[in-house]
């Protein structure tokens, strides 16, 4: 994929020297290449620019999709635009293209690690700023990724070395951003601004799911309370109406529905006609059969199939749904999106189950046979008791003797090395290949990896290094790894953009620049010639 062509910076080139000529001896002190290079080294100058290149990325990704189910995407959550920017360099060292990987941008991590308020739920406490302000950071950090790389190719290009091909050919570590915007912050004008805010620092992407905005849980918490697909409707169109003013023509809109989760609801809509949204939304409320008679002084009730009846409602005035109704409520909602100007669905899971969420879109698709789903592969789930459950019921059928297993301990590691876990583990392996093939789930996400990993990372840490182990913890468990395996930030001098600044002060005071590079910079100590990385990386293997 060739994402900066050499005519990019010949074109800056050509208007730098146009420039000098225009403004005379006064410009005499910028010099035309390095100019041109820094223009090169930054392709988008705002987000509305990365958005634009985003989306056209996304919906090229969604259509062959649409042809060949094995072309799903894949993404992780970031809290940091390090972490991002880390996770893009790890993708184009390991995987050599970013073709297909995307970041997601947890509205769950932002709360927990981003408000002003301190650490809080996913209950859409946090300020709606946050959001944007991530998003934009994201982007800042893989905006330098992209100048670093390409200020070592530049000068190594200079120094005589042959990289023009992987200068023409450099592969931007910009990727698209599907962007969580919880239930919008509000009523749909508010939706609108944040969604406003959003796309100008870079998303393509807008997630918003159908829960009440000011009672919102976590997908994975109970209490959560849905609202009639009318208020669902008017947010999904205040999105559009943001993508269209700002010129994001291809912003795509993920329309997440929480009801497989959800009992209640907050408001009853009103129906005009029989069998039109509403009516249907009414349909699923629980309600009782009563006489006029027996209605209570300021009692709500409902005509139904000729009688009059109740709807429950709680001591908080929530009404309550039909048990059994969720799984038709998430169909309804998914069909209802898509016809009013959703392009992906997301459907809220309370296990990872491909045979279950086949089941939900496989009904939505008889409707709309191009539907697609992003779907979360959430840390919420205990993924190795969920597929051994899963594995013990098919061994169960199979007519396995599983006396072996304590159904009730299915955890133990006395089991790592059973049937049953191969088994397990294999199908957790091929969950998302599985997904795409069989229930439609054109993206792959991990909402929370990068919590998990920095807390799992300090624990492995903290304990040897507070205690016999010492500073030979850190060595050995970070530094020597990050050396052997060539991960960039080893050098964090580098990666903080020290070089950088180093050739920008060179272009802009010349020899009298102070730069922070040279003999005396300990930086220097992981220079490590290429047969010796190699060779490091083979013992490491």
């Known amino acids: 994929m060739k994402n900066l062509e050499q005519s990019d910076y010949c074109s800056a080139l050509k208007t730098v020297r146009d420039l000098k000529e225009k403004y005379g001896k ?50 992780l959550g970031c809290w940091h635009g390090f972490v991002a920017q880390q996770k893009m360099i790890a993708v184009k060292k390991h995987h050599k293209t970013t073709n297909k990987k995307y970041l997601y941008l947890s509205g769950w991590m932002v709360a927990a690690l981003r408000s002003e308020f301190g650490p809080l739920p996913d209950q859409s406490m946090h300020e709606k700023t946050a959001v944007p302000s991530l998003i934009k950071e994201i982007y800042d950090f893989l905006r330098q990724a992209d100048a670093i790389e390409l200020n070592d190719l530049f000068n190594r290009l200079e120094n005589g070395e042959d990289v023009q091909d992987q200068i023409d050919d450099f592969e931007t570590h910009i990727v698209p951003i599907i962007a969580d915007i919880d239930a919008g912050f509000g009523n749909e004008e508010a939706t609108y601004l944040l969604t406003k805010q959003m796309i100008q620092a870079g998303a393509c992407a807008i997630q918003i799911e159908n829960q009440v905005s000011d009672a919102k849980q976590c997908g994975h918490q109970d209490g959560k309370v849905t609202v009639p697909h009318e208020d669902f409707i008017a947010k999904l169109n205040a ?43 009414l349909a699923f409320v629980e309600a009782e059969e009563i006489g006029i008679n027996d209605a209570k002084e300021d009692d709500v009730l409902l005509k139904r199939d000729g009688k009059l009846v109740r709807p429950v409602r709680l001591a908080n005035g929530l009404y309550k749904f039909k048990d059994g109704s969720n799984i038709d409520r998430v169909v309804l909602d998914c069909i209802t999106s898509l016809q009013n100007g959703a392009d992906l669905l997301w459907i809220e899971t309370p296990t990872p189950n491909v045979k279950q969420i086949a089941h939900m879109v496989n009904r939505v698709k008889d409707v709309i046979p191009n539907a697609k789903l992003v779907y979360n592969n959430s840390p919420s789930f205990n993924w190795t008791l969920n ?71 300090m624990n492995d840490l903290t304990k040897g290094y507070f205690a016999e182990e010492g500073m030979l913890a850190y060595v050995k468990g970070v530094q020597r790894q990050e050396i052997r395996k060539g991960v960039s930030c080893v050098k964090h001098q580098r990666m903080a953009g020290s070089d950088l600044g180093d050739d920008h002060k060179t272009f802009f005071a010349g020899d009298k620049a102070l730069k922070a590079g040279g003999k005396n910079n300990t930086s220097n100590q992981f220079e490590i010639k290429k047969e010796e990385l190699e060779r490091e990386l083979v013992l490491d293997r």
């Open 26 to 75: 006064t410009w005499n002190a910028i010099r035309s290449e390095s100019a041109a290079r820094m223009v090169a080294q930054n392709r988008f100058k705002t987000g509305l620019d990365i958005a634009k290149y985003t989306a056209a990325i996304m919906r090229k990704d969604m259509a062959e999709y649409d042809t060949d189910s094995s072309k799903y995407t894949q993404s």
């Open 387 to 457: 597929f051994r459950n899963q594995v013990f019921e098919e061994m169960l059928l199979e007519g396995e003797n599983m006396t072996g297993y304590d159904r009730n301990n299915l955890m133990d590691a006395q089991y790592d090395d059973s049937e049953l876990c191969y088994r397990a583990d294999e199908k957790i392996r091929t969950f998302q290949i599985d997904g795409a093939r069989e229930a439609g789930i054109f993206h792959h996400l991990i909402t929370l990896p990068t919590y998990h990993t920095t807390a799992l990372n």
């Open 239 to 281: 999105i559009r109406y943001a993508f269209l003013e700002l010129g994001i023509n291809d912003g795509i809109i993920v329309a997440r529905t929480d009801s497989e989760g959800a009992g209640l609801t907050q408001k009853l809509p009103v129906s005009k006609i029989p069998g039109d949204l509403a009516s249907q939304y």
